[in-house]
């Protein structure tokens, strides 16, 4: 993929955004106290929309983020607002556009971390003042400690600056990344700001919409400082917009049911009938032409009894030693299924038998058709991710944090601290598209491409609504789309439809995996609840 589709909005990283910098000022002639002006005019407007009133502190580091600070702290003492400045460095540290706008600024001098003011720490009787204490009698805090070329781990003064920050309780502005977050990766390595709002300048960075980088940076606000249109550097990371709806396919007047997709639900075990059940819903609602669950044999009167009358079976020789499990000779029974072509959506339900594991593993590496690998599909993958690049057909993996351990052979708490990278790995290794599935799911191309979920659908945090994406997936893979794009618009109609049933229930916690179902139709189609 050399350019990322018009349906993600481009996220740059640090590297990137250095180079957008430095066009726009070497080339393009802007001058970079110009952009300092206008992010920290930005920011100083955004205070006045949190706070008001009362005082502000603005905290700065040594760099132009702490520049954007400086800018901020004069335009508001201008206006007669009350702003302790707080700087990390002593001021004949600062150089370039900082120390410029230093000299501009009016009113009391910086403080330094202990309260005491730069100019006067040599004299005696001057008596020190934590700065968690400052910073607690504030109505806003402005974080401009740290900008986007911050990586590792804070140390010192800043790390004990972000300490008390969090101690403060005081709600807290960030200047264009939390202090702390790696703003390509949305990796935090120890302690970072949580911001109730980011402002970001000239576009968001990944980290912000990244976990855990992105449950630190609060609402984020996206300015335009003035970098003309046309900088270089193509971003390989994306935030999934609506736009991506129309990519989805519509159905002609001529269409059959064989033209508008065949899925197959391959899983099903006995106590787990639920899950391939709403697999196939979900994939029907999403605009398969026709859907077949493969299930055990014995299973096949309760799937069929499940209220769904189109959904059609396909009874599967079960495992001898386990009733009701699907057996290892089962694969040729789902491959002859799969000769008119569609999609297979494998795992649902399947169970974790020896028996299901085997019938897993060949089903994968033998199937000719789309496949959507998820639950005990990817748990039978566990190390065995190469396994899968031998695929020539199109491959999705939907797996939440554990899985992606367990297919990594890692353990979950480092799978979610640097979820970016793990998610990028599993899809070289694996030849397939990840989805990382969570708030900011990601959608990784085995080519280091990925689209990001914008998230905000708290109502799909309940049992089934992973089926539910899967069915999804799998229904726009039948219907013919690449599989990037398939599992990018899936990610996206889930967690509107997650939205539109929260707001139908009239809460979030009131929200069941067949709400969704229900949703998707008109979301598929870029409908809302009006």
Not at 359 to 373: E, I
């Amino acid at each position: 993929m050399e350019s990322l589709p018009g349906w993600l909005i481009p996220l740059p990283d640090a590297a990137s955004m250095r180079a957008i910098d430095r066009w726009a000022i070497d080339e393009q002639g802007v001058p970079g106290l110009d952009l300092m002006e206008r992010a920290g005019t930005a920011v100083a407007r955004a205070v006045e929309e949190l706070a008001p009133d009362g005082e502000v502190a603005i905290v700065c580091g040594k760099g132009n983020n702490g520049g954007d600070g400086l800018v901020a702290a004069r335009l508001l003492r201008e206006t007669g607002r009350e702003v302790d400045v707080v700087c990390l460095a002593p001021p004949e540290e600062l150089t370039g556009d900082a120390r410029t706008n230093l000299e501009r600024l009016p009113g009391p001098a910086p403080l330094a971390p202990d309260g005491v003011p730069w100019s006067e720490r040599e004299e005696p009787g001057q008596r020190a003042r934590p700065l968690v204490e400052l910073l607690a009698s504030q109505a806003l805090v402005v974080d401009a400690l740290l900008g986007t070329g911050f990586q590792g781990d804070p140390r010192g003064e800043v790390a004990a600056a972000i300490e008390a920050l969090e101690a403060s309780r005081a709600q807290v502005l960030s200047v264009d990344v939390p202090s702390g977050v790696d703003a390509s990766s949305g990796t935090v390595a120890s302690c970072a700001v949580r911001a109730r709002r980011t402002v970001s300048f000239h576009a968001a960075k990944p980290g912000l919409w990244i976990n855990p980088g992105k449950s630190h940076a609060g609402e984020v606000e996206v300015v335009d400082i003035g970098i003309p249109r046309g900088a270089p550097g193509a971003s390989r990371i994306g935030l999934i917009t609506a736009a991506v709806l129309g990519e989805l396919p519509r159905r002609e007047a001529a269409a059959t049911k064989f033209s508008s997709g065949h899925v197959l639900v391959a899983g099903g075990s006995r106590g787990l009938t639920g899950a391939p059940t709403m697999t196939a819903r979900a994939s029907m609602r999403a605009g398969a032409g026709y859907v077949t669950a493969c299930v055990p044999r014995s299973l096949q009167a309760i799937i069929a009894a499940s209220g769904t009358p189109e959904l059609m079976t396909r009874g599967l020789q079960e495992d001898p030693a386990e009733e009701g499990s699907i057996g290892a000779g089962a694969v040729g029974e789902v491959l002859e299924a799969t000769r008119r072509g569609g999609a297979l959506a494998l795992g649902p339900g399947l169970g974790r038998s020896e028996a299901a594991v085997s019938f897993a593993r060949a089903l994968a590496r033998q199937a000719k058709v789309a496949m959507v690998l998820d639950a005990d599909g990817l748990n039978a993958h566990a190390g065995r991710l190469g396994e899968l690049a031998g695929r020539a057909a199109p491959t999705v993996l939907t797996p939440h944090a554990g899985e992606l351990a367990r297919l990594l052979e890692n353990d979950s708490a480092e799978i979610e601290r640097r979820r970016l990278a793990h998610a990028r790995a599993a899809a070289e290794r694996s030849a397939a598209v990840v989805v990382l599935k969570g708030d900011d799911t990601l959608v990784a191309h085995p080519d280091g491409a990925v689209a990001v979920s914008a998230g905000g659908s708290p109502a799909l945090a309940t049992a089934g609504t992973g089926d539910v994406l899967t069915g999804v997936i799998s229904a726009l893979l039948a219907q013919g789309l690449d599989a990037f794009t398939a599992a990018a618009a899936g990610v996206f109609v889930h967690a509107e439809a997650g939205r539109q049933a929260a707001r139908r229930a009239g809460s979030v916690e009131g929200v069941v995996a067949t709400d969704v179902v229900e949703a998707l139709p008109r979301v598929r189609h870029g409908g809302g609840d009006g």
